[in-house]
């Protein structure tokens, strides 16, 4: 039984669900960009498709981020 629960996949449940998997991809690689680009002073646009704005935005207030 120990071996089955150590090579199951790691799930992280949020309670909103506005954070799906493609929206918490987005927000991760907004973290890497900010984090790649910190201390820069010429740091390029980030891109964010349009189709979700709306959704990246209400959870990035979700995460406080």
Known sequence: ADEQQE????VVKFPSPLITADILD??????RF???HD???DVPQYQIPPEI???LLMAADYLDI
């Open 26 to 31: 987005e927000v991760v690689r907004y973290m």
């Open 34 to 36: 900010r984090k790649d």
């Open 7 to 10: 090579k199951a996949p790691a």
């Open 53 to 55: 704005a709306a959704k």
């Open 39 to 41: 201390g820069q002073v």
